[in-house]
């Protein structure tokens, strides 16, 4: 039983915290068996068919088939694989690095496929590569997920042996090699251009676009795709069944379905695959098959998302349904599909200071705003929180996240005050995403809750509760 | 401390032979080097540097950047706990406490007897599964202080074989054998595939 309390027990077993929602099962279909990771099982449940039905065809059609399908990238941006695929210039050789590097707040799902599902992960990644004429692509795989290196590893040399993978595949002339890499703890290795700086063997800082878009000028300075882990396990089911099949699930612009890991205060947190642009996070939420409600009947006090780097939603946006051209107009972004739940008890600020204190211990340090405008924004909190705020503190948050990401924040609607949204994506003075993201639990916070922010101000305003009384003022002044 | 071993450095130069340039094994070597001595040692560096044909500090630059990798030894077993928004909200930060109580040192401190540090980390991706901790990179998941209590009690006493010392990431490595290899090679002579040519269209193809 758990430190909360209310968890229910009906998970499956071999795979914690994947919740089986008795939903359509694309990239989940082996999770109920304790042996979903070896080559027996994925062979005796249709593993590598897809890649027998892709070798058939030729690689055209198939990046066609990717097209069609709208398969949309599940890492974050939400960009479509198929388009993504076209912006390679013909030049060889050409790379394909798949992202396991999940570590967006919240995020859980790629160490599931990869720990449970190797095999169709892999047999994603050659389908991929068979498609785009690649002779080599990279798994790059989170440096802390021991379990999910050492599955893929036994994956790849079962796959090798029984010849589905290296030279002459399958019987055929086709010959793609397939590498594990690891990497050793950097969020910011999750940005694609510090993905390939990290494979190359260097510190893992973005690139800055242009020109080094990777299609163009990525892993060694050759064309580069860089795909999610979730974004290829798909591949396999699409192989089989077409484009057409697979648009029957989810929503016309968001086709397929997503793995959505619910956290925080839910009755029932967990990884759940849902069909997109189908279900509202209220059903997602409340409903039976899904978390069950709040954790202890409580109110929700507001939501992520899409991963930390999500600005929030609150109950006026309990029915918009789960599909990225839905959440981003509203003011926020679906993300890596990382839902994290607060009910009435949460502190808001603590919560916003947890968060951006992420931000700040992960810039990388390449830009300014992002270097320093994080750990200021982590120490100004920090000072609110401890009941050291200043009454221009509030004002003062709110500049410094403008010096790292200009103009309006994205921002949810706000009914009680006739406030707008403003859509996603933020504008950004860096090069990457990182620093912008560090505003989005700030601009929310603040937005929705500033009484919460002004009564600890309020409480520490007066000179006589700080420590030392009237003089120590002008010590934290000097110090600050 | 040490160079790598003759044993390790036969790893480490097959990694080098899965890389189309020898630079990208740099990270799976200084892991190496990690299990080898539950840290990065500095002679270790100078081996690598040797071994991939680059400086010690290029090594180095690259090492001190990510936070798994530790310039001098911490205790035999890390135990990492996620105080992230999702923990956070279900006790990560009670946990956090009752573990420096339990241990004796603050977050980021290692035991007298060197057999744990403690280290407050960012999401470990078992968010639905909260509050939870990776000891040597092994999770334990939906911790209760008394949970907290036994694994330690456990590992004192030797009883958890289930945790290699810190350092050792998968047990399994990745082989690929000369036979079945399709053609690692640098990018310099690397070219179209003869298979994907011999598949695209006649007009594109002429």
């Known amino acids: 039983m758990s430190a909360n309390g209310s968890h229910t027990n009906d998970y499956v077993e071999y795979a914690p915290g994947y919740v089986d929602n008795e939903g359509p099962k694309i990239v989940t279909s082996r999770f109920g068996y304790e042996d979903s990771h070896t080559l027996e099982r994925s062979l005796s449940t249709g593993g590598y068919d897809g890649l027998k039905a892709a070798l058939k065809k030729n690689p055209a059609e198939i990046a066609q088939e990717v097209k069609d399908a709208v398969l949309l990238g599940r890492g974050g941006a939400g960009f479509p694989a198929g388009i993504k695929w076209g912006f390679m210039p013909p030049v060889w050789p050409r790379y394909l690095v798949v992202n396991g590097d999940e570590s967006e707040p919240g995020t859980y799902k790629d160490r599931l496929l990869m720990e449970r599902d190797p095999h169709q992960l892999i047999e994603g990644c050659l389908i991929a590569c068979y498609a785009l004429g690649l002779n080599q692509c990279f798994l790059y795989v989170r440096g802390e997920m021991a379990q999910a290196q050492e599955n893929i590893a036994q994956a790849l040399n079962d796959a090798y042996a029984a010849g589905y993978c290296g030279k002459n595949i399958l019987g055929t002339d086709v010959g793609i090699d397939v590498v594990l890499h690891w990497g050793a703890g950097a969020y910011i290795v999750g940005e694609e251009t510090a993905l390939i700086e990290s494979l190359e063997g260097n510190r893992g800082m973005p690139r800055l676009k242009p020109p080094f878009f990777p299609a163009a000028k990525g892993v060694y300075m050759k064309p580069t795709i860089v795909n999610n882990v979730e974004t290829l396990a798909n591949l396999p089911w699409l192989m089989v069944n077409g484009a057409d099949e697979y648009k029957k699930y989810g929503s016309e612009k968001s086709p397929g379905t997503r793995m959505l890991a619910i956290s925080g205060h839910v009755k029932r947190p967990g990884v759940y695959e849902v069909e997109q642009g189908v279900v509202s996070f209220r059903d997602l939420f409340y409903g039976e098959n899904y978390a069950q409600g709040i954790k202890d009947d409580n109110e929700l006090k507001a939501f992520v998302p899409g991963g930390g780097s999500a600005p929030w939603f609150f109950g006026d946006q309990l029915d918009i349904k789960i599909e990225a051209s839905e959440v981003g107009p509203a003011g926020s972004m679906l993300g890596s599909g990382a839902i994290m739940v607060m009910d009435e008890t949460t502190d808001i600020v603590k919560a916003a200071l947890r968060l951006v204190r992420f931000y700040a211990r992960e810039s990388c340090g390449k830009c300014t705003p992002c270097r320093e405008g994080t750990s200021w924004e982590e120490k100004v909190l920090q000072r609110i929180n401890d009941g050291l705020g200043r009454p221009e503190d509030i004002d003062l948050l709110i500049d410094i996240g403008k010096n790292i990401s200009p103009g309006t924040y994205p921002v949810a609607s706000f009914g009680d005050e006739e406030l707008d949204a403003v859509p996603f994506p933020p504008k950004q003075t860096t090069i990457c995403p990182l620093g912008p993201s560090s505003v989005a639990p700030i601009t929310s916070a603040i937005r929705r809750f500033r009484g919460e922010f002004e009564a600890k101000i309020g409480a520490s305003a007066l000179p006589e509760s700080r420590p030392g009384g009237e003089t120590s003022i002008d010590a934290l002044e000097v110090d600050a | ?206």
């Open chain 2, 1 to 206: 401390m040490s160079r790598l071993s003759p044993a390790n450095e036969a790893i480490a130069k097959e990694l080098l032979s899965h890389y189309p340039r020898a630079k990208s094994a740099l990270i799976p070597m200084l892991h190496l080097a990690q299990e080898q001595d539950g840290y990065v040692a500095n002679d270790a560096m100078e081996h690598i540097a040797e071994l991939i044909g680059v400086t010690p500090a290029e090594v180095m630059g690259t090492c001190t950047f990510y936070e798994m990798f530790v310039l001098h030894p911490v205790g035999k077993y890390k135990i990492d706990i996620c105080t992230n928004l999702s923990c956070q909200l279900l006790g990560a930060e009670e946990l956090l406490h009752h573990a420096e109580e339990k241990l004796g040192i603050r977050a980021g401190g290692t035991t007298d007897d060197g057999l744990f540090t403690l280290e407050d980390v960012e999401c470990i991706a078992a968010c639905t599964e909260a509050p939870c901790l990776q000891v040597n990179y092994r999770y334990e998941l939906r911790l209760e202080h008394s949970d907290f209590d036994k694994m330690v009690d456990d590992l004192r006493s030797g009883k958890r074989k289930d945790i290699p010392d810190h350092g050792t990431l998968a047990k399994v490595r990745q082989h690929i054998t000369a036979d079945r290899e399709a053609g690692i090679t640098p990018p310099e002579t690397t070219g179209t595939p003869a298979w994907f040519t011999s598949r695209l269209p006649a007009e594109e193809n002429a």
